[in-house]
């Protein structure tokens, strides 16, 4: 819309790519357009791009059954993979897509990022592990050293291993 108003002003089409920091080739097709049928042709360009195969209804759909659970939908355990998320979608709406493809849909349409489980024991104790740090550990802590010498370099004067 701003280049149109930018050719109703008279501006020269170098003028509109370089200030819009389009390629002069779109620029051309805009006036083009434009001339033939002002502001409202440029409008009605729609989006840019493939259609995606999957709808938004269809994705509410499938976000619906991952919100369900891996166990939910089959699986022995509480883990998304892509394969099992590409397995999920083509079942629920019979669409497929690679675990590539399936991993753009989570990233980019749903906004979800990769997750790793937590890695705990199942006898971990957490109060006890508290109580540790701070009675135990301030005990056992070593305290720093007192200065004195100490160096046991065979450069140092001092060492009865240095060469005189």
Do not use: H
Not at 35 to 57: I, M, N, V, W, Y
Not at 94 to 100: A, D, P
Not at 151 to 157: G, I, N, P, R
Request: aromatic residues 8%; contains cysteine.
């Amino acid at each position: 819309m701003r280049a149109a108003e930018m050719f109703r002003r008279g501006k020269r089409q170098a003028d509109v790519a370089r200030a819009l920091g389009v390629a002069p080739s779109t620029v051309c097709e805009w006036y083009r357009v434009w001339s033939k049928g002002g502001k409202t042709a440029l409008a009605g360009a729609g989006r840019a791009g493939r259609l995606p195969r999957l709808s938004d209804e269809q994705l509410r759909v499938v976000v619906g059954q991952l919100g369900k659970g891996p166990r939910a939908n089959g699986y022995a355990t509480d883990l998304w993979t892509l394969a099992r998320i590409s397995e999920v979608i083509a079942t629920t709406t019979g669409v497929r897509y690679s675990q590539t493809q399936t991993w753009e849909i989570m990233r980019k349409r749903l906004a979800w990022s990769r997750q790793r489980p937590a890695r705990r024991a199942v006898e971990r104790d957490d109060k006890a592990i508290a109580n540790w740090m701070t009675n135990e550990w301030p005990r056992i802590k070593k305290a720093p050293a007192g200065g004195g010498p100490g160096s046991s370099s065979k450069t140092k004067a001092a060492s009865r291993y240095s060469r005189r």
